[in-house]
T-cell receptor, first 112, second 111 residues
């Protein structure tokens, strides 16, 4: 019973590089979200999806792209990494927007 | 958009003392409210949730929270702190489409 799986767990990027953070869930949840966690700021919503083919922006979407081609997967793309994107990234899924969100273990990203 | 304010970024209590973590919310629709706990280097785990049934919600590990609409509050309490309660706690609000989190409160428990 994997739940929400994020890869990689750690990543170091150089400024300007691109990468994709992977997120997969095996609970058949419709809702999936990406958050970033920074000290003293809690978790801030980057993008979310209410179902396959549907995505929307959260609080801090700039510099990030998402797509949702399947129910299971919700990758987060950084097109041109910046030091300000150094953070811990969490993916979450839920049955609906009003039910418990299940979180992955996080990806710690450092941009140098 | 909905939002959450957690009062106090750090709370320190002695083992066996009352734990009180404060959360106030803002929402244009009847809110769904949650408390999550995060242990070091881990993801978030649900402690409890309010979904418009009972205003006093009981969660895991002896925690409970009371929804007070007039005060727009959803404070988390535990009668007697245990060393294992040391962690960061997040209050969250959902308007049915997305979930927003507070800045978090780090709880320290002194022996």
């Amino acid at each position: 019973n994997a739940g929400v799986t994020q890869t990689p767990k750690f990543q170091v990027l150089k400024t300007g590089q691109s990468m994709t953070l992977q997120c997969a869930q095996d609970m058949n949840h419709e809702y999936m979200s990406w958050y970033r966690q920074d000290p003293g700021m809690g978790l801030r919503l980057i993008h979310y999806s209410v179902g396959a083919g549907i995505t929307d922006q959260g609080e801090v979407p700039n510099g990030y792209n998402v797509s949702r081609s399947t129910t299971e997967d919700f990758p987060l793309r950084l097109l041109s990494a910046a030091p300000s994107q150094t953070s811990v990234y969490f993916c979450a899924s839920s049955d609906r927007g009003t039910t418990e969100a299940f979180f992955g273990q996080g990806t710690r990203l450092t941009v140098v | 958009a909905q939002s959450v304010t957690q009062l106090g970024s750090h709370v320190s209590v002695s083992e066996g003392a009352l734990v009180l973590l404060r959360c106030n919310y803002s929402s244009s629709v009847p809110p769904y409210l949650f408390w999550y706990v995060q242990y070091p280097n881990q993801g978030l785990q649900l402690l409890l949730k309010y979904t418009s049934a009972a205003t006093l919600v009981k969660g895991i590990n002896g925690f409970e929270a009371e929804f007070k609409k007039s005060e727009t509050s959803f404070h988390l309490t535990k009668p007697s702190a245990h060393m294992s309660d040391a962690a960061e706690y997040f209050c969250a609000v959902s308007d049915r489409n997305d979930m927003r989190f507070g800045a978090g409160t780090r709880l320290t428990v002194k022996p």
